[in-house]
């Protein structure tokens, strides 16, 4: 019959599709090397990924020594490993990653020296400390999977938050643009009143000139006259084109005040949906985020 050491809480969570925090369990075991049962641990790691895991795995076994891991059949030896948690002096460890449904299970067999394996059973004091080392590698390894899921769930967050910071920008630039165009269209209407006041004095001069020249006869005199009347007419000309291009303006202002005004409704109803959905968000981060001060905490 296994012994077990259970090492976390369970947490029952109110969203649904939110992986819970889940217990990592100690366990007394035995491992099945070759036609060899040999007495051990093991210890489940929840949600943890296989390969990221079992790389972490080897390079902590590989750590501090020149052995190499011997894997055969998906069942791993390393002999002469140094693991001062466990053992000041070199020990050999068999081991083995098993994936269950949402949980690892590392098997592992730490051999002192020939046939002398780290058990409960002996009275020897490494078995706590073996404990002790499985417990904090599935902790570790946990911790990194709850970091990623509490950083993307965080990552959610700041994009919510960056998509209603832009719309409020938006929204405020358009308003600005309204009142921008506002301004404009009160600018060129003045001008229009100027101009259409230009063009009445200068259209009173150009009838009095002509009726002028009408009665001159040719020579310096007439000549003077006529250039007089020539810049009457490039000074009605300037007023007519200053006049429309006002008009256009004002029209370009008036269409971009009615783009703006049809806009900033939308924009304010997608605010308000960005805002609920930061509510949302910032509840699943934080549970997240919770679950991870409590794998550190335990």
């Known amino acids: 019959?296994?012994?077990?050491?259970?090492?976390?809480?369970?947490?029952?969570?109110?969203?649904?599709?939110?992986?819970?925090?889940?217990?990592?369990?100690?366990?007394?075991?035995?491992?099945?090397?070759?036609?060899?049962?040999?007495?051990?641990?093991?210890?489940?790691?929840?949600?943890?990924?296989?390969?990221?895991?079992?790389?972490?795995?080897?390079?902590?076994?590989?750590?501090?020594?020149?052995?190499?891991?011997?894997?055969?059949?998906?069942?791993?030896?390393?002999?002469?490993?140094?693991?001062?948690?466990?053992?000041?002096?070199?020990?050999?460890?068999?081991?083995?990653?098993?994936?269950?449904?949402?949980?690892?299970?590392?098997?592992?067999?730490?051999?002192?020296?020939?046939?002398?394996?780290?058990?409960?059973?002996s009275g020897d004091p490494d078995y706590t400390k073996a404990q002790e080392y499985l417990k904090k590698f599935a902790k570790d390894q946990y911790i990194d999977v709850a970091k990623d899921q509490a950083d993307a769930e965080e990552k959610k967050l700041r994009d919510l938050q960056k998509e209603l910071s832009s719309l409020e920008n938006e929204k405020s630039r358009m308003q600005k643009a309204i009142q921008s165009n506002n301004t404009s269209i009160l600018n060129e209407k003045d001008?229009?009143?100027?101009?259409?006041?230009?063009?009445?004095?200068?259209?009173a001069a150009l009838v009095e000139q002509n009726n002028l020249l009408a009665t001159m006869e040719a020579g310096p005199a007439q000549k003077e006259k006529t250039d007089q009347i020539k810049e009457l007419e490039k000074r009605k000309k300037k007023a007519l084109n200053s006049i429309e291009s006002s008009q256009n303006k004002i029209n370009r202002a008036n269409s971009?005040?009615?783009?703006?005004?049809?806009?900033?409704?939308?924009n304010e109803r997608m605010q308000e949906k960005v805002r609920e959905q930061i509510?949302?968000?910032?509840?699943?981060?934080?549970?997240?985020?919770?679950?991870?001060?409590?794998?550190?905490?335990y």
């Not at 099945?32 to 489940?44: D, E, F, R």
């Not at 971009?256 to 939308?266: A, V």
């Not at 509510?279 to 905490?297: C, G, P, S, T, W």
Request: charged share 25%.
């Open 191 to 203: 001008n229009i009143t100027i101009q259409n006041n230009e063009l009445s004095t200068v259209s």
């Open 1 to 121: 019959m296994k012994s077990h050491f259970t090492l976390a809480l369970f947490i029952l969570i109110p969203f649904l599709g939110i992986k819970a925090q889940k217990p990592v369990i100690v366990s007394d075991d035995s491992l099945k090397i070759g036609n060899s049962l040999l007495p051990g641990l093991s210890v489940t790691i929840p949600e943890a990924n296989f390969d990221k895991t079992m790389k972490v795995w080897i390079r902590e076994l590989q750590s501090g020594t020149r052995s190499k891991l011997l894997t055969e059949n998906n069942e791993m030896t390393i002999f002469g490993a140094k693991i001062k948690a466990i053992s000041p002096n070199p020990i050999n460890v068999y081991s083995k990653l098993v994936s269950l449904d949402s949980t690892l299970q590392l098997f592992a067999c730490f051999e002192k020296k020939k046939d002398v394996y780290v058990v409960r059973s």
């Open 256 to 266: 971009g005040i009615d783009k703006d005004n049809n806009e900033i409704p939308r």
């Open 279 to 297: 509510i949302q968000q910032e509840a699943v981060y934080q549970i997240y985020a919770n679950k991870l001060k409590r794998i550190k905490a």
